[in-house]
């Protein structure tokens, strides 16, 4: 699957930013999809995913209740709709493919290349 993330910007604190993650290759729908982020001078750190379904996500804590992920599995894309963006949000956000059901990055298989979010204060 080869898998290119875009949407990322410059935006104010408060504002909101939607990511999309488009595939192409191999059957997106038989793998689930995760939103990553590394920030600098950070590890990369899990932030969604959800199933190939779309029926089931999960959340790291601090962006619950402020983004969103889901898919269209027949537009091969996935999205991160993200909310209430904070300073703290600033990083690069990959997203990646797995057969697994994982939240850690070594799990995943296939990766974009990253866009850059910038939250200003």
Known sequence: V??????GGLVQAGGSL???????GRTFDNY??????QAPGKER?????ISWS???????DPVKGRFT???????NTAYLQMNSL????TA?????????????PTRYFYWGQGTLVTVSS
């Open 92 to 104: 690069i956000y990959y997203c990646a493919c797995t057969s697994n059901w994982s939240t850690q």
């Open 86 to 89: 904070r300073p703290e949000d």
């Open 54 to 60: 779309g029926v089931t996500t999960t959340y790291t």
């Open 2 to 7: 080869q898998l290119q993330a875009s949407g």
């Open 69 to 75: 992920i889901s898919r269209d599995n027949a537009k």
């Open 45 to 49: 750190e899990f932030v969604a995913r």
């Open 32 to 37: 689930a999809v995760g939103w990553f982020r």
């Open 18 to 24: 939607r990511l999309s993650c488009a595939a192409s």
